[in-house]
């Protein structure tokens, strides 16, 4: 009877070995929470619901999107650092709260380094919009008038930090001008005074600039995308008018609390990617002028910590006083 016991327990151990307790298994089983690090109706609000409707119904469970703006993101991102590494709360955001915010803020509550990045939602190509009397025409007219004009070009921002900022700071390095910024709070106050004529230009997100460029409010003149965009085919990216390293995009992603098992990271990444295919998903995002994300949960996390590096020397070069 004893070595029946015995040989029962070992077998059991070996079994828990084979199969760790991770709760991969049968995830999810209960409903999952996504916090997202803007108020509702916000661009990674919108691109987070169309993302976790699809997951809902391949999962069978309630995903419950729960919406915490605020401090660039920081307010979510310190709520998901500090629950449970179940894979039961998820964040989705822009790139600040796990790349940029390091080096914009004095102190943080949380080690954006030790969250598990999942997969990359979405990419939202930039571009360089400049008032609708701006007298450079193209995109190489345009570098031509910077080159000659230093320290005379204005450019908008959404506020000190983002995007638009660091996109503006990284032009300026690789071309050697001198550029004056406007910081507004928001892409609503910045689009205003472009339009209004009382700043030159800014690097802008395709969705919030195309509608000016169509209504003939404001010009598109380049992408900041590594090849030309099938919306805006005529118009060249800034390494075809000599800024080769000038690659800018916004990107949402879905990431996990730190910890949070392999397999579970493995398990979200591959219903996103799976969800990404799906036709009518794709049609939403060329609706909304988005591009998709996916590949691996690994190479996931060595395009975060790219992008990371290469804001950070950005940051840095452009002396950019933390808050």
């Known amino acids: 009877m004893l070595r029946i016991l015995a040989a029962i327990v070992a077998a059991g151990t070996m079994l828990a070995s084979a199969h760790p307790q991770d709760g991969a298994a049968d995830y999810p089983s209960k409903p999952v929470k996504v916090i997202v690090t803007v108020p509702a109706g916000g661009g990674v609000d919108t691109v987070t619901r169309i993302i976790t409707e699809k997951l809902q119904q391949r999962w069978g469970q309630p995903v419950v999107i729960e919406n915490r703006g605020g401090a660039g993101g920081n307010i979510a991102a310190e709520a998901v650092a500090g629950a449970e590494p179940d ?44 008032r609708p009397d701006f007298p450079a025409r193209t995109a190489q007219e345009f570098m031509d008038y910077a080159r000659s004009n230093p320290g005379k070009l204005s450019y908008a921002s959404q506020g000190v930090g983002t995007t638009s900022h660091l996109t503006a700071e990284l032009f300026q390095t ?20 472009l339009v209004g004529g009382h700043v030159d230009f800014i690097f802008m997100q395709l969705e919030s600039a195309i509608k000016l460029h ?110």
Do not use: C
Not at 264 to 290: C, F, G, M, S, T
């Open 87 to 130: 894979g039961y709360t998820l964040m989705a955001s822009q790139p600040a709260p796990i790349t940029t915010n390091v080096f914009l803020h004095k102190k943080l509550n949380f080690d954006p380094g030790e969250f598990e990045p999942i997969v990359i939602m979405s990419k939202i190509p930039n571009v360089l919009l400049v």
């Open 174 to 193: 690789l071309t050697k001008t001198k550029l004056v910024h406007v910081p507004y709070k928001g892409t609503g106050p910045a689009l205003n005074d």
């Open 214 to 323: 169509e209504g003939g409010k404001a010009r598109i003149l380049a992408v900041t995308t590594d090849k030309r965009l099938p919306l805006l085919p005529d118009l060249p990216t800034m390494a075809e008018i000599g800024v080769p390293n000038l690659v800018s995009d916004t990107w949402n992603a879905i990431t996990a609390p730190p910890k949070t098992p392999p397999a579970i990271v493995a398990k979200v990444n591959a219903a996103v990617n799976e969800v990404l295919k799906q036709p009518d998903v794709q049609a939403r995002y060329a609706a909304l002028h988005l591009l998709p994300g996916g590949g691996s949960a690994e190479a996931t996390k060595g395009f975060v910590k790219e992008e990371t590096k290469r804001w950070g020397e950005v940051i840095r070069a452009a002396n950019v006083t933390p808050m």
